[in-house]
């Protein structure tokens, strides 16, 4: 199973941004994708989860209102868009993936497969 993030790359406050996950060698129809980030210094924190078979969503506290997940143009791609970026959300954003559905017990969500990340700058 591979995952790859892209979209990331220096942006100004106040802008958006799509993050994009694709996530290949998948056999199963159910699968969960998550996103992630790691800002400098500072301890992975997710961001929210997508499942595949019903298409549900699940957000970290923390990160209600800014942030939406959605599918993306294939059925193994999902959208992390962000708005109202700010400089706080510089990071590395990490997408990970599992077989079957997320699980919220965990703060990864239970994810088994993780990508390289793709690092968002935002500047004053």
């Known amino acids: 199973v591979q995952v790859v993030e892209s979209g990331g790359g220096l942006v100004q406050a106040g802008e958006s941004l799509r993050l994009s996950c694709e996530v290949s060698?998948?056999?199963?129809?159910?699968?969960?994708l998550g996103w992630f980030r790691q800002s400098p210094g500072k301890e992975r924190e997710a961001i929210g989860c997508?499942?595949?078979?019903?298409?549900?969503?699940h957000y970290s506290d923390s990160m209600q209102g800014r942030f939406t997940i959605s599918n993306g143009a294939t059925r193994n791609t999902v959208i992390l868009q962000i708005n109202r970026l700010k400089p706080e959300d510089t990071a590395v954003y990490y997408c990970?993936?599992?077989?079957?559905?997320?699980?919220?017990?965990?703060?990864?969500?239970?994810?088994?497969?993780w990508g390289r990340g793709t690092r968002v700058t935002v500047s004053e």
């Open positions: 997508y499942g595949s078979n019903d298409g549900s969503t």
């Open positions: 990970a993936a599992k077989v079957g559905d997320y699980n919220t017990d965990y703060d990864d969500y239970g994810m088994d497969f």
């Open positions: 060698g998948v056999t199963y129809d159910d699968f969960a």
